[in-house]
């Protein structure tokens, strides 16, 4: 059954949209290629500061922890404020409202 859907769905594609797919493969991995240098030099040196300074290490400085932690969970948020703000019009055409209920 899956596989006799997924054959559907690729007969559909044509060498011109094979090109697309193609080009938007190569895009994603140019934007992963851009994004996981800043990940690695701004996350790894936070990951390993945040656990030297927790509560059971010999370098435990706690107001450095709180702080740090604080700013981590305040930039964890941040994608799920952007799907958020993202979703509004498809909430608008779906519920007639963006207020919630």
Request: net charge positive; hydrophobic share 55%.
């Amino acid at each position: 059954m899956i596989l006799a859907t997924a054959g559907g769905f690729f007969r559909h594609l044509d060498a011109g949209k094979w090109a697309d797919i193609g080009q938007a493969t190569l895009d994603t991995l140019l934007m992963l290629g851009g994004s996981l240098p800043l990940t690695l030099a701004i996350g790894l040196p936070l990951g390993v500061l945040l656990f030297l300074t927790g509560s059971p290490q010999l370098h435990r400085k706690p107001v450095l922890y709180g702080a740090l932690a604080v700013l981590v969970n305040l930039l964890r948020s941040v994608p799920f404020i952007i799907l958020m703000i993202v979703l509004i019009p498809l909430t608008l055409w779906m519920m007639g409202t963006s207020l919630g209920v």
